[in-house]
T-cell receptor, first 112, second 116 residues
Framework: NAGVTQTPKFRVLKTGQSMTLLCAQD?????MYWYRQDPGMGLRLIHY???????AKGEVPDGYNVSRLKKQNFLLGLESAAPSQTSVYFC???????????FGSGTRLTVV | TQLLEQSPQFLSIQEGENLTVYCNSS?????LQWYRQEPGEGPVLLVT?????EVKKLKRLTFQFGDARKDSSLHITAAQPGDTGLYLC????????????????FGQGTILTVHP
């Protein structure tokens, strides 16, 4: 089925370890986003991309890096994980905001 | 940061009751969206409202965009257990292709539980 696929679904990291979250979409969407979701805080934008080869900072970018080398993929990296990065991470994409975002099913990350 | 205040944060009701969720901001939005999220899944779009004063109905759900495009409400009539979930409002400051690059600002969410 067409949509947004996130891998992995779950991950436990030790403080200081690094990892990359992968987001892949097959809808030919130009715009892609990474959000984190924490209890009582809704969804907060980490980084976003308006097209292949472009990235920009969102509301909470510190401690994260992103890359969009191919239009269909948007990678989120944590260079040195911290317990404050324990969260559920969602990737989303769209071509036209009024049609809404298509979200992936999320990655639950725990940093111990 | 453009804030969206959503209320109430929690709502626990019996099947058959009516409810309203509110989404308020001091900012003007070009459009406002409502999403529903189930545990372990990403949010799914319910509706987009664009025009101030607009009312949209989706079966038992009624969505309204304020005249000034700063607030919105979601009303559910005769709630059912299948309505249980997290409801999120999200405001857009422009269309994809404009300077806001389609970014959405999300409210904190309302966790709705409908008991049989």
């Amino acid at each position: 089925n067409a949509g947004v696929t996130q891998t992995p679904k779950f991950r436990v990291l030790k403080t200081g370890q690094s990892m990359t979250l992968l987001c892949a979409q097959d809808m030919n969407h130009e715009y892609m986003y990474w959000y984190r979701q924490d209890p009582g805080m809704g969804l907060r934008l980490i980084h976003y991309s308006v097209g292949e080869g472009t990235t920009a900072k969102g509301e909470v970018p510190d401690g994260y890096n992103v890359s969009r080398l191919k239009k269909q993929n948007f990678l989120l990296g944590l260079e040195s994980a911290a317990p404050s990065q324990t969260s559920v991470y969602f990737c989303a994409s769209t071509n036209k905001i009024r049609r809404g975002y298509t979200f992936g099913s999320g990655t639950r990350l725990t940093v111990v | 940061t453009q804030l969206l205040e959503q209320s109430p944060q929690f709502l626990s009701i019996q099947e058959g009751e009516n409810l309203t969720v509110y989404c308020n901001s001091s900012s003007v939005f070009s459009s406002l969206q409502w999403y529903r999220q189930e545990p372990g899944e990403g949010p799914v779009l319910l509706v987009t409202v664009v025009t101030g004063g607009e009312v949209k109905k989706l079966k038992r759900l009624t969505f309204q965009f304020g005249d000034a495009r700063k607030d919105s409400s979601l009303h559910i009539t005769a709630a059912q257990p299948g309505d249980t979930g997290l409801y999120l409002c999200a405001g857009a400051h422009g269309d994809a292709g404009g300077t806001s690059y389609g970014k959405l600002t999300f409210g904190q969410g309302t966790i709705l539980t409908v008991h049989p």
